[in-house]
């Protein structure tokens, strides 16, 4: 008895020390004991581990409805976005894809792994478990399809060319484009959103493992705003700029706007798009350096707007309503002709519903900079009618344009919410 | 067949196992247990570890040979032979990593790369890499040669003392791609002489063979997986069909970044699934 427990206790500290290498690599000399001993440990001591998710309850965007979340859920804090290629060749490999992501995002939004541990220890976990513990924090995933799903390179890939809706086409080029490969395009996206980024990343990475072998990463961008408890009043976040950036943004609250705006109707184009959304996504390099050394004067003219209160040049309150008519005693607009919010704004008759976030992706090795920007999401009803003539008249003559590139550019048509029981994309693929 | 529900025995013994630390009570059958598991998971594999273990010596001892030739090349101060030799010979090694890397002395000395191990240690395959496509030369590296032979002749003597276990198996054909995907696919392999397809293409071959050894086995509890797992091989070995050169491969440094991704991710699309293989110890 005596020399069992003394054996027993040496090879659970010997465990401690132990790597799954190292089990490996004596696993064949020493004998399975070691093995046991190091593999039951850490089993038990993640399965404990586990078990404190379920505790966690609230801050949960339920992910079935008749919309996808995270399109009209007030902005989390933190973005996580995936454009992804499909390398399936066949439509069954597609459908199985979703009805998998369906499940774990829904299981995720809940703050519960993708998959319980396995009894079996010689399985890698389900779920990667960087957030076992840790609130939902209002995670929402949000599913779409992009232009290339459909047709590529002239091929019907899926059987799902007549189905392609007029509006999910590429993006016309627009003047200054600086569109670079590597951050353009994709077959799907998966944009996940919460307050904590390492919720949003474990969610993308968990459905990226899910996707392997139907489907590759084509490019990601990590995104961020100021948190919550940085700013308790809620105040509309500014961007790397310093400025207010989603003031006039439609009420996620007004149901009839919504669908006005923001959501496909019935009659648009195909059915199986309806209730769903068109999202537009921009990467836009912001030069901060070069911003940094422009005058204020300067910088309030570009935007339209002050950057201490964000209203509008001319007024004293944010959501003060934009004056552009009014003229200085020298003839020139008090909102800029070439302002960014006055070319945004055009006539007025085109809104879009934007969540952009910024990023800063540490520095630029070419240029010793900054590599900081903007990753601009924007939902809308009908692109050609919201986003593309906006941009049209942005990319003509925006004073902002100077300290901006865009890099990066997709269009994704954002499937219709499910019920349970059913699957993200069951209107497209059915 | 009879397959043992290893998992959870295994469960409940490390759950007395961890229990124990603190009281006498309960040890003995635990270790028990323990030894009684060992035993009999090993025996439902004997089969299938006794011919991965012949597989794996038969691929030491063409390695041995193929040490002779690349060492006596070298000696002779023949770099031209030497280079050709090279990259072909290490693939037994490769093929066969899960065995000879459990000699944790050995590996180092036969397959460590600058950096891995201090300056005045350094020896083995990467340092006569260095010598012939970096200095382009074999002098002064004969004692290198002289070294290398011998301890690959001790791996051969060695290898014979393995002990090969079903999650030997399991755990190694993972480790072999991953190896790929840390080491192989970054280039730093074979840095000097940028061979390093060959090296991938050994591992992926390794971790075919433990898969089809498993296959008989993983077919029974779940086919699907099976066939999935040989579509991904078959579309890891197209995509280095393309890299071809005549019996060997293109250098390393010839591939467009588009192609090492592609390379890439086509490993980890066959890694996934492939981590799955664990399932055959379960009871059916």
């Known amino acids: 008895m005596t020399t069992g427990n003394n054996n027993l206790e040496k090879s659970s500290t010997e465990t401690k020390k132990i790597s799954r290498r190292d089990v490996l690599k004596t696993a064949g000399i020493g004998g399975i004991g070691v093995l046991i001993g190091a593999s039951g440990f850490g089993g038990l001591l993640s399965i404990t581990e586990s078990k404190a998710t379920d505790t966690v309850q609230n801050d949960i965007i339920p992910f079935y409805g008749k919309h996808q979340s995270g399109i009209t859920t007030k902005t989390q804090d933190h973005v996580y976005f995936a454009a992804l290629d499909v390398t399936a060749y066949e439509k069954p490999a597609l459908v199985k894809l979703f009805k998998d992501w369906t499940e774990a995002a829904a299981l995720m939004t809940e703050g519960k792994p993708v998959g319980e541990l396995s009894s079996n220890e ?132 007004n149901e009839q706007q919504l669908n006005k705006q923001v959501w496909v109707q019935p009659g648009d184009g195909p059915n199986w798009l309806v209730d769903g959304s068109y999202l537009v996504v921009r990467r836009i390099q912001m030069f901060i350096e070069v911003w940094d050394r422009t005058n204020l004067r300067e910088q309030e003219n570009t935007f339209g707007r002050y950057r201490d209160s964000g209203a509008p040049l001319g007024q004293s309150n944010e959501f003060d309503k934009l004056d552009l008519k009014s003229k200085k005693e020298n003839g020139e607009y008090v909102i800029p002709v070439d302002s960014h919010v006055r070319l945004s704004h055009g006539d007025g008759s085109q809104q879009i519903l934007r969540r952009a976030y910024s990023y800063s ?62 699957y993200i994309g069951e209107t497209l693929f059915n | 067949m009879k397959f043992l529900k290893i998992s959870s025995i295994l469960l409940i013994s490390s759950s007395l196992l961890f229990g124990c630390s603190n009281s006498d009570k309960g040890a003995a059958p635990a270790k028990d247990q323990a030894k009684e598991t060992t035993a009999s998971s090993q025996d439902s594999f004997k089969e299938v570890t006794d011919e991965y273990r012949e597989y794996a010596i038969g691929e030491i001892e063409e390695f041995v040979k193929a040490t002779d030739a690349f060492t006596t090349a070298v000696k002779h101060g023949d770099i031209e032979k030497a280079k050709q030799l090279y990259a072909p010979a290490r693939m037994h090694y490769e093929r066969a990593e899960p065995i000879a890397e459990v000699f944790g002395d050995l590996d180092p000395k036969i397959d460590a790369r600058a950096g891995d191990v201090s300056e005045a240690e350094w020896g083995g395959y990467h340092r006569i890499e260095k010598g012939l496509w970096e200095d382009n030369t074999t002098k002064g590296y004969e004692q290198y040669a002289d070294q290398l032979m011998k301890d690959v002749n001790l ?130």
């Open chain 1, 361 to 422: 992706n540490g520095m630029d090795v070419k240029t010793g900079s900054f590599d900081a920007g903007l990753l601009f999401l924007c939902f809308q009803r009908t692109p050609s009618k919201q986003f593309i003539p906006i941009q049209k008249r942005l990319a003509q003559m925006d004073k902002l344009n100077e300290y901006t590139s865009h890099r990066g550019s997709a269009i994704f048509a954002c499937l219709p919410g499910t019920i349970k029981g059913g």
């Open chain 1, 122 to 253: 010689f399985l890698p976990p389900k779920d990667t478990g960087e957030a076992a513990g840790l609130s939902p924090s209002n995670l929402t995933i949000t599913f779409g399809v992009g232009p290339s799903l459909f047709v590529k390179d002239g091929k019907d890939r899926f059987g799902l060319k007549h189905r392609r809706p007029k509006e999910l086409v590429d993006l016309p080029k627009f003047p200054l484009d600086a569109l670079e490969e590597e951050w353009t395009g994709g077959d799907l996206c998966i944009q996940a959103c919460a307050d904590d980024p390492q919720v949003a990343f474990h969610a993308v990475r968990n459905l990226i493992r899910i996707a392997r072998g139907k489907a590759i990463l084509r490019w990601a961008q990590p995104g961020f705003q100021r948190t919550k408890q940085a700013d308790p009043k809620g105040e509309t976040p500014r961007n790397l700029f310093g400025f207010k950036d989603g003031t006039v943004n439609p009420n996620f609250k």
């Open chain 2, 155 to 284: 791996l051969r003597a060695k290898v014979d003392t393995v002990e090969v276990t079903p999650d030997l198996l399991i755990t190694g054909a993972v480790d072999l791609l991953n190896e790929v995907s840390t080491s192989k696919v970054t280039g730093e392999e074979d840095r000097y002489s940028h061979t390093d397809l060959y090296d991938f293409a050994a591992n992926v071959e390794g971790a075919e063979k433990i898969y089809q050894l498993l296959n008989p086995a993983l077919q029974k509890k779940d086919a699907e997986l099976s066939k999935e797992i040989q579509t991904r091989f078959a579309n890891v070995y197209s995509l280095l069909e393309k890299h071809k050169n005549g019996d060997g491969y293109k250098v390393y440094t010839d591939l467009s970044k588009e192609e090492v991704k592609a390379l890439s991710q086509a490993i980890d699309a066959l890694a996934e699934p492939l981590s799955q293989i664990g399932i055959v110890t379960e009871a059916s």
